[in-house]
């Protein structure tokens, strides 16, 4: 399925097959090769919503006190493993197998699902995606942040090592894409009218910290996973630690189109072409 469309699709899911709050899904893990943005490849790995390969995770989206019921299968051609970040514990799939997991979500949140085994080999590698716990029918949109080093994907898959305190990587994606690819993603850019209540799901799945500045607009943070003592502050600059998620409320006060994009300057660049990585912009209408 094109994953400009899976929000739509899976809103609908929810609506006709979510009974008494529970919610079914199947994750795929899959193998291909990712296409950069200055249109080069990558060897990747994937969660998808089918064995056809897209270098996208999905989101699952549930309200709070859903359960949710998850099949996840192995379609790649070697042991993975999954887990919820500090909700549940890795459990192994062999190669043509599959798991399943059910979990009820008490709280508002977003929740990294991954694949830990040998930590970061395979999250890095694309295996690493978002569940996302709303108490709220607001607008949503979402980032799920990644940088590469593609000179070391290939290394990785062929059982060879890294050192991890060198790197240095040349790609930075949201959902997958670079910019100016962002902002075709519906999920990712953020569009709305003046006044509008608009909410912001920011999760960091790669190995550098992603400080995401705002222009025109101050977001207020309304969760936090790795410092809750900052829910409720207002600022226009969000630092995100690896593996560590944040929810952001925005509510544009006058109409325009503004840059929002990763602080650190590399990262708004691909193999040094700017402004070709985390960058992309809001567009508010009156």
């Given at each position: ?218 977001p207020i943070i309304e969760y936090s996973s790795k410092n809750p003592d900052h829910i409720g502050r207002e600022k226009d600059t969000f630092p995100v630690y690896p593996m560590e998620s944040i929810i952001l409320r925005i509510i544009p006060d006058k109409p325009g189109e503004y840059p929002v994009h990763d602080h650190n300057l590399v990262a708004v660049t691909a193999n040094n072409m700017y402004p070709n990585g985390m ?8």
């Open positions: 399925m094109n994953k400009r469309l899976f929000g739509i699709t899976f809103s609908l899911f929810l609506g006709l097959n979510c009974i008494a709050g529970t919610v079914n899904q199947s994750l795929y893990i899959v193998s291909n090769l990712m296409q950069m943005v200055n249109n080069t490849q990558s060897p990747y790995i994937t969660f998808n919503e089918s064995s056809v390969f897209s270098q996208d995770n999905p989101v699952l989206n549930l309200t709070t006190g859903d359960t949710l019921n998850l099949w996840v299968y192995n379609s790649d051609t070697i042991t993975h493993e999954f887990v919820i970040k500090e909700i549940t514990t890795p459990v192994s799939i062999l190669a043509g197998d599959s798991i399943f997991i059910q979990q009820e979500f008490s709280s508002e949140g977003v929740f990294i699902y991954h694949d830990p085994f040998d930590y970061p080999k395979y999250t890095y590698l694309g295996l690493a995606g978002l569940i996302v716990v709303k108490t709220h029918n607001y607008a949503c949109f979402y980032w799920n942040m990644k940088e590469h080093n593609s000179d070391w994907n290939s290394q990785l898959l062929s059982g060879g090592t890294v050192t991890w305190s060198n790197y240095d990587p040349k790609y930075f994606t949201v959902n997958g894409f670079s910019n100016p690819d962002i902002n075709l993603d519906t999920l990712a850019r953020i569009t709305g009218q003046v006044g509008d209540t608009l909410y912001l799901y920011l999760s960091n799945t790669g190995q550098s910290i992603h400080s995401i500045h705002f222009h025109g607009y101050h960058f992309s912009t809001i567009l508010i209408t009156p």
